[in-house]
């Protein structure tokens, strides 16, 4: 069942990127397979709710986010926004009304801002190209996304440029960017892992304060589980482009199923408590290839727990509490 006050849903959501195969596979037809970034993920998100999506690199995080953001193509399964399905709308004039309600901060955006702009110039463009305000309108829109994000008074900012600016002054700049629209969910990709520590805290200080004062939904992604829990409602965890568990943040950090979720809470010391941690031992290896996905449950070659039906069947979502979930086999009856 659809539930009513879920603002973001996906459905089923799958990106593969077809690999480019020789000049051989070419002669004989061969197929050539694909990078299957995103494989099948069902998340919803809430009006004022935010998720944090986790996994380690390559997982799929930033694709997900791509797709929300409508700068990537599904190759199946659905977008719905407020129960509109919108995963076929494309252009620019189309995805205008989307792009007011649903921006993203990129990753590591802050270090790739344009020298030659100004702070107004870098707030006001996404203003300019969505077309929602011009001239004095403009500057007043510019300057409360400033306020919201910390860089106060306004005036003091909007003629500098990014290298007149501290790293987290800079971030604060992208995520003002993105508030100047006044969106209801923000799609965040690592927004805080390049800054240090100090400043993390505030940046994250800035993205809370935004739901609790206006409701919005934020989106989180993450490689850092104890970062998650700090800021998050709920955590979906992604392993090779599936989610293998969801539930609340203190389900997930402090009562996880998935093998998956206790080895990254067992690797993250600062996280206290104890369960699995015995007949878990660390992860072991590398994260196999999204282009050669292991058959089965995909994280089975990794997995100290895995028995026989793991190496040959993928489990579904196992209820195994109130809103929480864990795609394992052991998590049956
Ligand atoms: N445009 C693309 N073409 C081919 N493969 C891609 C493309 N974008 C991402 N991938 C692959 O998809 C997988 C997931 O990437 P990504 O979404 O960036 O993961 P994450 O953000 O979790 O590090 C990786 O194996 C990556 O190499
Ligand atoms: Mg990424």
Redesign the pocket.
């Known amino acids: 069942m659809a539930d009513t006050a879920d603002m973001l849903r996906l459905e089923n959501l799958q990106v593969h990127f077809p690999i480019q195969g020789g000049l051989l596979d070419r002669v004989v037809g061969r197929p050539a397979g694909a990078v299957r970034a995103v494989d099948g993920i069902d998340l919803n998100v809430r009006r004022g709710e935010i998720v944090a999506l986790v996994g380690e690199?390559?997982s799929g995080?930033?694709?997900v986010?791509r797709v929300i953001t409508k700068l990537a193509q599904p190759t199946a399964g659905r977008l719905l926004f407020e129960g509109h399905d919108v995963t076929s709308v494309q252009g620019l004039s189309a995805l205008r009304p989307y792009r007011q309600r649903v921006q993203m901060i990129f990753?590591d955006a802050y270090q790739a801002l344009n020298p030659r702009h100004t702070v107004f110039d870098i707030v006001a463009e996404p203003l300019r190209s969505l077309r929602l305000a011009s001239g004095k309108h403009l500057t007043e829109r510019v300057s409360e996304a400033l306020v919201s994000a910390g860089l106060n008074p306004p005036s003091d900012f909007l003629s500098r440029f990014p290298h007149e600016l501290s790293g987290g002054q800079r971030q604060r700049v992208v995520i003002a960017g993105a508030l100047a629209v006044r969106p209801e969910l923000i799609v965040a990709?690592?927004p805080v892992s390049m800054l240090d520590v100090s400043i993390r805290a505030q940046i994250l200080q800035v993205l809370v304060g935004l739901r609790d004062k206006r409701n919005m939904a934020l989106l989180f992604?993450t490689?850092d589980l104890p970062l998650a829990w700090l800021i998050a409602d709920r955590i979906a965890v992604l392993y090779l482009g599936k989610l293998v568990e969801i539930g609340s943040a203190d389900e997930i950090t402090f009562n996880p199923h998935h093998p998956y979720t206790i080895a990254l809470r067992n690797a993250t010391p600062q996280i206290g408590g104890n369960a699995g941690r015995a007949e878990m031992p660390t992860l072991q290896g590398e994260v196999p290839s999204a282009a050669h996905v292991p058959k089965g449950c995909r994280f089975h070659t990794r997995c100290p727990l895995a028995f026989d039906l793991c190496k040959v069947k993928e489990p579904p979502a196992i209820e195994v509490g109130p809103r929480h979930v864990s795609a394992c086999w052991r998590s049956e009856g």
């Open positions: 690199s390559g995080k930033t694709t986010g990753q990709d690592e992604i490689h």
